[in-house]
């Protein structure tokens, strides 16, 4: 009996060990899913095509949108929202999608040309066997048009965003802006002055397109049309909150369980280990940088 238990002492050691790696490589539970907060909303509904009408197909709910020599595409919401949630299911494209970008985002591009803000999450594409990058970005009133002061803050998944749907989310409310994959908080924002924070309203888009000048490996690789068309399926799309026509009394929507919209301790946890596990570059400490009109970044 007790040499049988001595015999069994190294493969329980292997399981924990097995386990141990296996969450140092999965981030802890949130405990809190926003996303099921919220009713999906259909896209003829909530959204209309902005360009590329003919690279865009719905198929069972889910739309997919493509870039090839002739055009890429982009959809954008009927709604102008001044707070809220939004967010998509997306499945990437596995395979060389170099200089191409996939993207939802917000902004007031076209209400403010020159002078607009803007919030993304993009997907920045890739060589043959190198993983996608996420990069989320806060662009406020023209830092991202003329004199680009960006806030890039980027990602490598803890999954393959090529194998299946996964949920990106942007929760916008008046005190921060908190980005989210799958639930979890990766990112927040938080509102430092009226001058380095979204304030007019915005709508919600979704597009692929080239960027072959910056996006992969700051422009190294470019997009290679010998691999088209690249494409992105999007679903499960969610969008609520305040519009721009909502009255004053209009709450914001909430990340957590709190009606403050304050993250509880779970979810700090769980964008602690994104942080620390995923992330591969932060605007605050790259140092070559000038952080004078950025004073999120300030200690």
Known sequence: MGSSLISLLPIFHLLVLLGSSVNAYWPPSPGYWPSSKVVSLSFYKGFRNLWGPQHQRMDQNALTIWLDRVSGSGFKSVKPFRSGYFGASIKLQPGYTAGVITSLYLSNNEAHPGFHDEVDIEFLGTTFGKPYTLQTNVYIRGSGDGRIIGREIKYR???????GFHHYAILWNPREIIFLVDDIPIRIYPKKSAATFPLRPMWLYGSIWDA??????DGKYKADYKYQPFSAKYTN??????????????????ASPYRSGGLTRQQYQAMRWVQTHSMVYNYCKD????HSLTPECWR
Not at 157 to 163: H, K
Request: charged content about 20%; overall charge positive; glycine content about 2%.
């Open 287 to 290: 140092y070559k940088r000038d």
């Open 157 to 163: 998944l803890w999954f393959d965003p090529t194998s």
């Open 237 to 254: 799309f969610k969008a609520i909150g305040c519009t721009a026509y909502s009255s004053a009394r209009c709450h914001p929507v909430s």
């Open 212 to 217: 072959s000048s910056w996006a992969t490996e």
